[in-house]
């Protein structure tokens, strides 16, 4: 069974405009990148997410896992453009997770045995960052091959979860 994201670290998104791209395509090209990188310790995998309800159709994500570090990469058609999106987050496991839910109490005793430290925020900002640019040069090799403009800067930067923002 797949690990759960409990904790959202920093997410990214863009609609590609006019671009027309197959997601397994995308996910195939991706996993190369990533690979070529050698990485450590990383589970490359894929994983279904409901759309919404029980009920609801299902969307496939590209996994990569590092520890209890969780990039979930989503890459698909939308119209005549192609969005790609990406959410970076910590698997604190199911009994932090139970933990959590106990109101002041869970944050409290999380903060007190699971402190930040700067070792955690930078090793979470070392595997965004790797996996982001290979998410980006992914991008990049597909819009150049087929005459679409590049992203600019801005629109490459990830959204940090108010984690990092404290």
Same mark, same amino acid.
């Given at each position: 069974? !797949? /690990? ?12 590609? +405009? $006019?671009?027309?791209? #197959?997601?397994? %395509? ?9 690979? !070529? /990188? ?12 409901? +759309? $919404?309800?029980?009920? #609801?159709?299902? %969307? ?107």
């Amino acid at each position: 069974m !797949a /690990r759960k994201v409990s904790l959202i670290i920093s997410h990214w998104y863009h609609l590609i +405009e $006019g671009l027309q791209d #197959s997601t397994q %395509r995308f996910y195939t090209t991706l996993e190369q990148v990533i690979d !070529a /990188r050698q990485m450590e310790k990383l589970d490359i995998s894929r994983i279904d997410y409901r +759309e $919404g309800s029980i009920l #609801s159709d299902k %969307r496939e994500y590209f996994r990569v896992r590092r520890k209890d570090h969780i990039f979930d990469i989503c890459a698909a058609p939308f119209g005549n453009s192609f969005f790609v999106s990406w959410w970076l987050g910590e698997s604190l496991g199911p009994l932090w997770t139970l933990i959590l839910k106990i109101p002041i109490l869970g944050v409290l005793l999380l903060k007190l045995c699971r402190p930040e430290t700067y070792y955690r925020f930078d090793t979470a900002l070392m595997f965004q960052s790797s996996v982001h640019s290979a998410v980006m040069e992914v991008i990049d090799q597909t819009t150049n091959a087929k005459g679409i403009r590049s992203l600019t800067e801005s629109e490459r930067k990830p959204i940090l979860s108010s984690l990092f923002k404290n």
